[in-house]
C-alpha cells in the first residue's frame, strides 16, 4: 500500500480519536456539549448536601471527565476503526461509499418506518473484478457452512455485511437483542452477518450468543485463518494487510491516544 493510503487511514483513526479531547461530563443534565469545572462547581456547591460531604471538589470533576472520558476514548476508536474499514473495501474492491455501506428499514406500527445501518458490505453483484470476486465467493461458501446454513439457503446469499468494533467488553443485552435483529434483518435480505473485531477483547458468553445467532465473529488475532481472524480475513480476502498498517503506524496512533488521555485527567 502507498502512503497516501497508510496517512488516509491513520487521519481517519486520529481524528476520531481527537473528538475525546473535547469531552466534558454532563452530570445528568444532558447539557450539550457537558459542563466546565465552573459550572459543576457551582451545581454541587449549590447542593447543601454535596458541598457537606464535599462532593464538590475539582477532584470529582476530574474523575467522572477521566470516567466519562474512557468510554468516549473506547467509543472514538470503534468509530475510526468503522471508517478505516468502509474505506479499505471501497480502496481494494473499487466500491462506492454507498455500495460499501448497508442500510434498512424495519416498520414502525405508527409512524415512519426505522432506517438502520451496518458498517460494511460485500455485494457479489458490485465486485467488477472478477478475480476479487471469485476470491470473496469461495470464502462465503465457507462461512456458510461454518454458520450451518442449508444448502438451498447458501445458494441464495448475494453478499456479506460487517458490524465493525475495535473490541466487545460490555454486556448490554440491549445492544446484543439489537445485533441479533440485526442478524435475522441481514440473512431476510439475504446477506451474511459478520461481527469484525479490531482487538480479541471478547466475552465468550458473546461469542456463543452470536455463534447461535449465526453470526459470523471475526477477531483481532495475528494467526488463525480468514473464518477466525479479522487481519487474515483483511490479507488474505480483501488482499489489505490491515495488521502492517498497525504496526507501521503504531507510534503515531500512541501519540495522538496519549495526547489525548493527558488531557482527560486533568481537571
Excluded at 472514538?76 to 476503526?81: A, N, P, S, Y
Excluded at 428499514?105 to 460485500?122: A, F, H, T
Excluded at 483481532?220 to 483483511?234: P, W
Excluded at 503515531?252 to 485527567?265: D, F, H, P, Y
Amino acid at each position: 500500500m502507498s502512503n497516501s493510503q497508510d496517512e488516509k487511514y491513520f487521519k481517519l483513526i486520529a481524528g476520531a480519536l481527537r473528538v475525546c479531547a473535547n469531552y466534558k461530563p454532563m452530570f445528568g443534565k444532558g447539557r450539550k456539549g457537558g459542563m466546565t469545572l465552573k459550572q459543576f462547581r457551582q451545581m454541587y456547591g449549590a447542593d447543601p448536601f454535596y458541598k457537606w460531604v464535599g462532593l464538590d471538589s475539582p477532584l470529582m470533576y476530574a474523575a467522572h471527565k477521566t470516567a466519562g472520558g474512557m468510554t468516549s476514548v473506547y467509543r472514538q476508536l470503534g468509530i475510526g476503526c468503522q471508517w478505516v474499514f468502509t474505506s479499505i473495501l471501497q480502496d481494494t474492491l473499487n466500491l462506492s461509499e454507498a455500495e460499501a455501506t448497508w442500510t434498512y428499514q424495519i416498520p414502525v406500527p405508527e409512524g415512519k418506518p426505522r432506517i438502520l445501518s451496518l458498517d460494511g458490505r460485500i455485494e457479489l453483484s458490485h465486485l467488477r473484478d472478477r478475480k476479487a470476486r471469485a476470491r470473496i465467493q469461495k470464502w462465503m461458501v465457507k462461512v456458510a457452512k461454518k454458520v450451518a446454513l442449508t444448502p438451498q439457503v447458501q445458494k441464495q446469499i448475494k453478499g456479506v455485511v460487517f458490524e465493525v468494533r475495535q473490541g466487545y467488553k460490555s454486556m448490554d443485552s440491549k445492544r446484543q437483542n439489537a445485533d441479533i435483529a440485526n442478524a435475522s434483518n441481514a440473512y431476510a435480505n439475504l446477506y451474511l452477518p459478520v461481527l469484525f473485531l479490531l482487538s480479541t477483547q471478547i466475552d465468550e458468553a458473546l461469542i456463543t450468543r452470536y455463534s447461535q445467532s449465526r453470526w459470523l465473529l471475526l477477531v483481532g488475532r495475528i494467526d488463525g485463518t480468514s473464518l477466525q481472524s479479522s487481519y487474515v480475513f483483511c490479507r488474505d480476502v480483501l488482499g489489505y494487510d490491515l495488521a502492517g498498517f498497525f504496526n507501521r503506524n503504531s507510534g503515531r496512533i500512541k501519540t495522538e491516544l496519549e495526547r489525548v488521555l493527558a488531557t482527560l485527567l486533568k481537571a
